[in-house]
């Protein structure tokens, strides 16, 4: 695999090749972060989609000078936001189930020993729904890919304390989701052991 | 990997992408991590979601779905020939305005710009009548001036009643 330098320069001059190559280490990345702010998938592809078309066309004017991957998350969260924004929260919206059982996992003794990302992800997007897009982006970008605060101020071009004032609304309206709708989900522990088991 | 002594090393800034999923990935594993980090921070909960990861098929078609569109696109223009287009442009811009800097203006004679009157005409008036045989006028009569609004090259000559009408 190429050095990602040599690759985007590469890309920049046209070079088919070198550009699909640069998709391919890119693609999660955007997916990710895509999916995680559009709360739907089918979506998130579109919005990569068009990410990526957009690189092809803009590579040439790309500044070597910045650093790549801030640029590709400025241009996805952007991309992703007008779709959130043009879409609506689509497939976020989910009725809670009608047995509040359902929403914990189980019994110490029964629990499942991992937990569902799954069930993790459904309770992020339903609460997240309820997120302005730049509270639910800030926190995706801090709290789920754990870029700094700095980095996050230079993706969405905000002050940091912007991005800290985002996160603080962001946080106390999930953790109030949570509290309300989701009490069970996450095991408490009783005498669990170092190991975790 | 153990249980780590300081469950706060999630919200460290400095680990790197590696590390920190390592993390997750025990914390999602082990009961005691999860809940302690529920307890200490229930909203720290949704990092583990970085942990997922989007299925191997669906990011190889959006990799064909892409190599398709970008087979059929134009290569971009390179930034060296945009800057020369530019180039260009601002310096035919700036021949333009030097040109119009420097030609000389054309200001009307002083004299031009106050108008002189010309003649004064006795307007007989226009009549007309109507098949009962009353007449009309269609112009009243009275005096017009004429008068000279030429500016420069460009004679103008106008007729003005007592009303100030054409």
């Known amino acids: 695999m190429q050095e990602e330098g040599k690759l985007i320069g590469l890309a920049a001059a046209g070079d088919r090749a070198a550009f699909s190559e640069l998709v391919r280490i890119k693609r999660e990345l955007v997916v990710r972060i895509a999916t995680q702010i559009t709360g739907n998938r089918e979506d998130a592809l579109d919005v990569a989609q068009g990410v990526f078309l957009k690189l092809w066309k803009g590579l040439a004017k790309f500044d070597r000078k910045r650093r790549f991957d801030t640029w590709l998350y400025r241009v996805t969260v952007n991309a992703a936001i007008d779709s959130l924004r043009t879409k609506g929260p689509r497939g976020m919206i989910q009725p809670l189930p009608d047995d509040p059982a359902a929403l914990e996992i189980g019994e110490p003794a029964q629990a499942q020993r991992q937990l569902d990302l799954d069930e993790l992800q459904r309770a992020f997007r339903r609460l997240a729904a309820g997120l302005a897009p730049k509270q639910r982006t800030a926190f995706v970008l801090r709290e789920i890919e754990g870029l700094d605060t700095a980095e996050v101020a230079r993706i969405m071009n905000v002050a940091e304390s912007t991005v800290r004032n985002h996160l603080l609304q962001a946080r106390r309206l999930l953790r109030a989701g949570l509290e309300r709708d989701y009490p069970g989900l996450v095991p408490t522990v009783r005498g669990a052991r170092e190991d975790g088991s | ?166």
Request: hydrophobic share 45%.
């Open chain 2, 1 to 166: 990997m153990i249980c780590p002594d300081d469950m706060n090393r999630l919200a460290d800034e400095g680990l790197s992408r590696r590390e920190r999923l390592e993390l997750l990935d025990h914390v999602r594993g082990c009961r005691r991590c999860s809940a302690l980090l529920a307890s200490t921070d229930p909203v720290g909960i949704f990092s583990l979601l970085a942990l997922e990861t989007p299925p191997v098929d669906e990011l190889e078609r959006l990799s064909a779905r892409i190599d398709s569109e970008v087979a059929a696109a134009p290569v971009p223009a390179r930034a060296t020939t945009r800057w020369v287009s530019m180039a260009a442009s601002v310096l035919l811009a700036g021949i333009f305005a030097t040109y119009l800097w420097t030609r000389p203006a054309v200001i009307p004679e002083a004299a031009n710009l106050r108008p002189s009157v010309l003649d004064t005409l006795d307007l007989q008036g226009i009549p007309t009548a109507d098949a009962a045989g009353s007449v009309e006028w269609v112009t009243s009569p009275g005096t017009a001036q004429v008068m000279d609004l030429s500016v420069g090259e460009m004679q103008v000559v106008m007729i003005f009643d007592e009303a100030m009408d054409i």
